[in-house]
């Protein structure tokens, strides 16, 4: 399988640059199992869409402004992109540098304190913050939150709110749980009252959710890593909504690779797990942790892209972007949403 199998041509002007004014105000592409046909809905219908002990999935992970600029001795400046906080006011980033900075080297960062490089591994660099608090705190003040790079702006006061779910509070992640973005207190009172459960995962998003596919070949492609944690209190609420003939509905991505991960880390059932996940879902692989997803619009030959065609249909999914391109939906983190159902087809 190759990674051009999952191309398609975009129009530059459907990429969202912004959120709507209200958050569950977007378009929601109903997309059911071959041969039905295709819904223009609105996100607003999500109640009508779905039934009394359905169960809804979301990521609670809360994303960190991890975007920092600073400059080394030798008076280079770096910009730095943290992809993972790993306590005692280290971390895990990328360094956007004319010149690699070598282990030992401090950059002095512009909203105060130091990064000390305290060593490599690959792409990553481990940096030493040398800050007045915890580096969690001191983000809050100093860093800017890293909005994906298709967003051709610099971040406003309105993204620091809308670029978080509402229900988000495990703090982390580098990058939104995009589907998540579309639901807010309305909606989800409205869902409450269909009889609609909710519960959640952790999946810190990663920065290397927007590193391209770089081998053709599928086979060669090294997955980045994410931490994820699924407890016991989803576990059981999974089982008791699936024994009493309720669906279970990822809002996004995240959740399937964190429910799947936790099922293959359980020998094919799914049980709780907090650790790393490498997982790459590609068509050929069957998704059996939830039975419908709530996802926004990829990227062009994206590991997302390829994981909701694993849990549609290749051809199901393509179809359903052409459909959106010609009605011109807004794709990606600040755009509109799809509901899947799962196919048999592929």
Same mark, same amino acid.
């Given at each position: ?93 990328? +360094?956007? &540098?004319?010149?690699?900075?070598? *282990?030992?080297? @401090?950059?002095?960062?512009? $909203? %105060? !304190? ?113 931490? +994820?944690? &699924?407890?016991?209190?989803?576990? *059981?609420?999974? @089982?008791?909504?699936?024994? $009493? %003939? !309720? ?100």
């Amino acid at each position: 399988m190759k990674k051009s199998d999952f191309h398609y041509d975009l129009p530059p002007e459907l990429i969202a640059q912004a959120p709507l004014p209200e958050r569950s105000a977007s378009r929601l592409l109903r997309v059911p199992p071959a041969p039905a046909a295709l819904e223009d809905r609105n996100v607003r219908d999500l109640p009508q869409l779905l039934q009394p002990g359905d169960l809804l999935v979301f990521n609670d992970t809360r994303v960190i402004p991890a975007r920092l600029f600073g400059q080394k001795s030798t008076g280079g400046r770096v910009e730095i992109l943290i992809e993972r906080l790993l306590g005692g006011n280290e971390a895990r980033a990328q +360094l956007g &540098v004319s010149k690699s900075p070598k *282990e030992g080297a @401090r950059i002095a960062m512009d $909203a %105060g !304190g130091e990064a000390e490089v305290l060593g490599r591994d690959g792409e990553f660099y481990r940096l030493r913050f040398h800050v007045s608090e915890s580096l969690e705190q001191w983000l809050l003040h100093a860093g800017r939150l890293p909005l994906p790079p298709y967003i051709q702006r610099e971040p406003g006061r309105d993204d620091a709110e809308r670029y978080q779910t509402v229900f988000a509070r495990e703090v982390g992640a580098v990058a939104a749980p995009t589907a998540g973005l579309h639901f807010d207190e309305s909606l989800l009172q409205a869902l409450r009252e269909r009889g609609v459960q909710f519960g959640h995962v952790t999946l810190h998003v990663g920065a290397g959710t927007f590193q391209p596919v770089r081998a053709d070949d599928l086979s060669q492609h090294v997955m980045h890593s994410e931490w +994820l944690n &699924v407890g016991a209190g989803l576990v *059981e609420q999974i @089982r008791r909504t699936r024994a $009493a %003939g !309720g669906r279970v509905i990822g809002v996004g991505t995240t959740v399937v690779r964190a429910l799947e991960s936790a099922t293959r880390q359980g020998g094919g059932e799914l049980q709780p797990y907090a650790g790393e996940t490498r997982l790459f879902i590609l068509p050929g692989y069957r998704i059996r942790s939830v039975d419908a997803m709530v996802t926004n619009f990829h990227l062009p030959e994206s590991t997302l892209l390829m994981m909701i065609s694993a849990f549609a249909g290749k051809q199901r999914v393509f179809d359903a972007y052409a459909h959106a391109i010609a009605q011109r939906y807004r794709f990606f983190s600040y755009g509109d949403a799809m509901l899947l159902s799962a196919s048999d087809a592929e």
